[in-house]
């Protein structure tokens, strides 16, 4: 059942929070404990939708994965260790999910069903099957369609041929499959990508005993793993999320005299797009304590409402911000002049048609944009403006819409619905609350009682 949500203008946001756990992170902590040998425990992973949706069809799978006083507990069945489930594996909402199994599954040497949700069910999976197929991964002709849709059958042939795979779409999850697939294959399989995306799949192999290299080349820089290691259980904590953060980030710069401290940020590189784009509109933006903690980068970020001005976004930064456009598109209504984001064809197939929904979202709350086949231009309305709000948001399953449209209706004239709000559980649950704990006013529609 869907629940639609009311964000309103109200005073300044107000504290201290600490990010919620890391999707990207989450999901391959869990994935790649299951193929290794031994014990692998969590902390601070997202306990979403979308992570559990991999924790469940791991524990189809025959993966013992249990959850104690907030620690997760994975026992490794080993590379290609994995059982024959007995019945369709549901990836609900989540690409990463079912995109990063497929590389596992094509390793095993037996046939899974996939289905998921109604957004998920419209998502391009030739992406990742082309390359797997390229290695062995049979799949089903009958239900497989022109676009490769869920629901899929797929059979893993036992032996996996590797490949060197030039990535035609900057894709980490394209990129960690093929990979994934590889620790199945026999020798050396690579990865070239000429735009760098995010390296979690990577460093955390290394962190379990894979040995995966990095060189450069004249297509890009070629990841190559070697296939049939043994993965070592070990402790991970996972850092808290750039993304999720960035909706933090965003309400605090556009509603007045906020000040916001968000702690344990991961400050990967291939991660930090938004926060350098919001830093050159002039967010004011304290960068805390940064250190290292299991490989990679983390930070407290003290941010402030800020005067903010139009940027250019370049093309090549897409992959380091690619699911923070809808909010930064929301930060950028309230910038003085216009703000430009090139490289968004990747955007048209997020959980939904992201630059669509994004653009017909603003000019629902009555802010200028314009939107090409892979730009948006939002024309903000400065200081002496305002933003209007007032429309219902159509969110067709984006949690991340959803949660942008908020953020946009805590600082504009007219409160803003969203036309469902069950989706955020997917990446960010207990967003509403969290936000009006910090002085922000979300809530069901209906419901008077703040
Ligand atoms: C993710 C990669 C990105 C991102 C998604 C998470 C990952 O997708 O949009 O939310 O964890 O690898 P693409 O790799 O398809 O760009």
Partial sequence: MSEPLVARRGGPLAGEIRAPGDKSMSHRALLFGALAIGETTIDGLLRSEDVVATADALRAMGVPVTEHAEQWRVVGRGIGGLRRPDTPLDFGNSGTAVRLMMGVLAGQNFQAKLIGDASLSKRPMERVLNPLRD??????????????????TITGPGDLVPIRYVLPVPSA???SAVLLAGLHAAGETSVVEPIPTRDHTERML?????????????????????????????????????????????AALIIPESKLTVTNVLM???RTGFLTTVTEMGAQIEIMNR???????????IVVSSPLKGVSVPDDRAPSMIDEYPVLAVVAAFADGPTHMAGLEELRVKECDRLDMTAKGLRACGVTADETESTLTVHGCGPDGTVN????????????????????????????????????????????????DLGADIRATGDCTA
């Avoid at 290695?135 to 899929?152: C, H, I, R, Y």
């Fill in 389 to 436: 709000g007032g429309a219902e948001v159509e969110t067709e399953l984006d949690h991340r819409i959803a949660m942008s449209f908020l953020i946009m209706g805590l600082a504009a004239e007219q409160p803003i619905t969203v036309d469902d709000g069950t989706m955020i559980a997917t990446s960010f649950p207990g967003f509403n609350n969290l936000m009006n």
């Fill in 206 to 250: 290394r962190a379990f005993g894979a040995q995966v290299k990095t060189t450069d080349s004249s297509e890009g820089t070629v990841i190559t793993v070697i296939g049939q290691p043994t993965l070592q259980g070990l402790h991970i904590n996972v850092p808290g999320d750039p993304s999720s953060t960035a909706f933090l980030i965003a």
């Fill in 173 to 175: 999850q394209v990129k």
């Fill in 291 to 301: 250190r290292e903690e299991g490989g990679e980068d983390v930070a407290d970020l």
């Fill in 135 to 152: 290695m062995g991964l049979q799949v089903d002709g009958s239900e497989s369609n022109a676009k490769g849709t869920l629901p899929l």
């Fill in 268 to 270: 990967n590189d291939t």
